[in-house]
């Protein structure tokens, strides 16, 4: 059974309450939810103030955003550099997502977790899926917006997808909103700081966030 929904927003108005209860010192948290709900900046904001938390570059045959620089957004790869590393069971997890393809390398991740160290994996719902079924003490995630409005409003104002591409990824959230329940923890992004902490305290990491 999942947890019941954690809302980050119940979180700022009651600051002592208990977080839901988490697996013994779960070292491997996925961080999963919808394109646009606000992954990325999550994570900006835990590692800001805990380098300890070690976040896994993926791989992907998308294209480079303005602003991403290869080997620390992601690794862009070619087709055929993917088909190889999927060849070699070099991926912990991959996936398709809106006509590309995004995996995580696997021995980067096993090395860090068999050192104790603290692993953040920021993916989609098909991979969260595998990693479930391959690491089964992972905590899995789920970061949900506090509205449908909100989501596309996010998505949109992003500014760096064409329309096509946002109805595309919008039609995929869809899905991966209905998907909420498979996860042990639902936090809503509706404040960032707030989201940064449950995590921090769901790893039995300290609050500072
Ligand atoms: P974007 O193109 O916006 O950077 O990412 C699209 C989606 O792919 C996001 O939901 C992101 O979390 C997910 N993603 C990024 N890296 C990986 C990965 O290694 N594996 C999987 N399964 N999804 C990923």
């Known amino acids: ?21 988490a697996p013994a010192s779960p070292r491997l948290l ?14 900006r904001q835990l590692r800001a ?6 976040l896994s570059v993926s791989v992907t045959t998308r294209f480079p955003r303005p602003g991403e620089v290869d080997g620390v957004h992601y690794q862009f790869v070619t087709d055929e550099q993917f088909d190889r590393l999927v060849a070699e069971d070099g991926l912990l997890e991959w996936a398709e997502f809106s006509g590309h393809r995004y995996g995580t390398p696997r021995a980067a991740v096993e090395q860090r977790l068999a050192a104790g160290v603290p692993v953040l994996l920021e ?3 098909q991979g969260a899926r595998q990693v479930r079924r391959s690491v089964p003490d992972a905590l899995l995630v789920f970061l ?16 760096t ?39 921090l305290t769901l790893w039995g990491i300290g609050d500072s966030a």
């Open 1 to 21: 059974m999942p947890e019941p929904v954690q809302a980050a927003e119940e979180t700022a108005a009651e600051p002592t309450g208990a977080a839901p209860p």
């Open 30 to 43: 996925v961080l999963s939810g919808p394109s646009g709900v606000g992954k990325s900046t999550v994570v």
């Open 49 to 54: 103030h805990h380098r300890e938390i070690w």
């Open 123 to 125: 993916i989609e719902l």
């Open 144 to 159: 949900s917006p506090p509205s449908w409005d909100e989501l596309v409003r996010r998505l949109t104002r992003r500014g």
């Open 161 to 199: 997808e064409a329309p096509e591409v946002i109805d595309r990824r919008l039609a995929t959230a869809r899905e991966e909103l209905a998907a909420e329940a498979e996860f042990d923890v639902t936090l809503v992004n509706t404040n960032v700081q707030d989201v940064a902490r449950r995590l």
